[in-house]
């Protein structure tokens, strides 16, 4: 876990100079990457919500999320087939419930820096001395910490490999190594998005797209196919970030100065996002190790692959998010209540023609689609069914969340994630002891519809903001949200 250390302290030494690294400022020519041309952050001013050039850097921003979100996507469910057609029932759910316990401890410990850094690097634009410092506080007040919580929590999970072991099922030597792979899973996450705030999607969709889930699907089927112990299969799992970790470091050096402004501030406002967001990872991934608690990790293993088509609308939502983020961060900081509504609605649409032909299609397709993990997997139909219906909802409320916390509401999302937290974890443990992987399914969908339907009332209150219709908000509206952030 020393490594971390090293990987924090490579990005303090002075940054690439704007003409190796980053395009040259109103030369178009000079644009290697995915934002506008001679303005590396892709704004093209407060009033250009709306216009051509920001439609079609929306757009441009869009596809690569999207792209992104499609091949990690096709990553992520080749690596369930593999896994599941490859491993017994009882391997593949340890499988599954050990690196869904990862993914969600590292979800908690990056304190959401990733999309406090997007906000921060996307409102500060440092020159001269100023960009040198403001990468120093970058690595000493924002990196440094997080990796420190992560070696520190991942020490944690070492020294309790045996208890987990017994617990859970899964062997010891799978949680020592991913206890020592979690610092470079968290430092992967929050070195990428970095490099959103500071205008570029071209890591985002590199790594997140290409490098760490063909890399993951490559080494886990490498391993499967030479009879690999359990240890080995999580090493193959884990390296991926490693190598993700590294190269998004060495981008966001290369990228040049950058300043997240003053530190206290940075930590003021991603602190109550930071439960918000450990809390979204409890909510997204608490219910494979429950039912693998309650019911055993064969049935895990039959919840996990019925659900592993819940991972495309996410991610397809997050690709979506990605693009948009920063952008509405700005629109809603400037008062400018008309460009947040066209981007509100612009992504709601895109999400609900991407992702309804989906929802249905697995719903009717299910009992052909899911004996392709193999028979035990067969009977997840009825959990199909109640995935497909509660995700159209959810896709029609659009990124109600993204709107909210670019709002300034951190406080509201991180209580709407609570009571969501709350919901799936009195459902799952009053319907998973009788109905297993089915009643698991049904508590994830109480939560989901709870962390949607909240915010979309909210963000109607207060900014008159919808994900469809034509109703525009009066005067007193915008003038309480200018005054709000």
């Not at 934002?35 to 709306?50: D, K, L």
């Not at 792979?181 to 968290?186: D, E, G, H, Q, T």
């Not at 967001?277 to 019925?306: E, N």
Request: charged residues 10%; hydrophobic residues 55%.
């Amino acid at each position: 876990m020393a490594g971390s250390g090293a990987l924090v302290a490579a990005l303090t030494g002075p940054p690439a100079g704007p003409g190796r690294d980053r395009p040259e400022q109103g030369n178009p020519s000079a644009t290697g990457d995915l934002e506008g041309p001679g303005n590396p952050s892709g704004w093209e001013g407060p009033s250009a919500h709306g216009s051509p050039p920001e439609r079609r850097g929306l757009l441009r921003h869009g596809a690569a999320g999207l792209a992104t979100a499609a091949a990690a996507a096709g990553g992520q469910f080749a690596l369930v087939l593999v896994v599941t057609r490859s491993l017994s029932p009882q391997a593949a759910g340890a499988f599954f419930t050990a690196t869904a316990l990862c993914l969600m401890l590292a979800g908690v410990v990056r304190l959401d820096t990733g999309n406090g850094l997007v906000h921060a690097l996307a409102r500060n634009r440092p020159a001269g001395d100023a960009g040198r410092d403001g990468s120093h506080r970058l690595v000493r007040g924002v990196l440094a910490p997080v990796a420190a919580l992560a070696s520190v929590t991942g020490a944690g999970v070492a020294v309790a490999a045996g208890p987990l072991a017994g617990l859970t099922g899964v062997p010891g030597g799978v949680w020592v190594v991913l206890a020592a792979s979690l610092p470079f899973v968290v430092l992967s996450d929050v070195l990428i998005c970095a490099t959103r705030g500071l205008g570029t999607m071209r890591p985002t969709l590199l790594l997140t797209g290409a490098v760490q889930p063909l890399g993951q699907l490559a080494l886990v089927t490498a391993a499967v196919l030479c009879a690999a112990p359990p240890p080995v299969l999580a090493a193959a799992w884990a390296l991926p970030a490693v190598a993700g970790a590294v190269l998004a470091a060495v981008r966001l050096r290369g990228l040049g100065p950058c300043d997240v402004g003053e530190v206290g501030a940075f930590w003021r406002h991603t602190a109550p996002r930071s439960v918000a967001a450990a809390l979204q990872s409890v909510f997204q991934r608490l219910d494979v190790v429950i039912v693998a608690l309650l019911a055993g990790p064969a049935a895990a293993a039959v919840y996990t692959a019925a659900t592993r088509f819940k991972v495309l609308g996410q991610l397809a939502g997050q690709g979506l998010a990605q693009a948009a983020q920063a952008r509405l961060v700005r629109a809603l900081a400037e008062g400018d209540l008309d460009g947040a509504r066209a981007l509100y609605r612009t992504t709601t649409r895109w999400l609900i023609a991407l992702t309804w032909p989906l929802w249905l299609g697995y719903a009717a397709l299910a009992p052909w689609l899911l004996p392709l993990f193999g028979p035990a997997y067969a009977g997840g139909s009825v959990i199909a069914l109640v995935l497909s219906a509660t995700m159209m909802v959810a896709t029609a409320c659009g990124m109600v969340d993204v709107v909210l916390v670019a709002g300034g509401r951190t406080a509201a999302s991180l209580a709407n994630v609570a009571v969501a937290v709350a919901v799936t974890i009195a459902l799952d443990m009053l319907l998973v002891p009788a109905y297993g992987a089915l009643g698991a399914v049904l508590g994830w969908s109480g939560g989901v519809l709870v962390k949607n339907l909240l915010p979309a009332v909210q963000v109607h209150r207060r900014y008159g903001l919808l994900p469809l219709g034509l109703r525009r908000p009066a005067p007193a509206t915008a003038a309480r949200m200018r005054a709000a952030s």
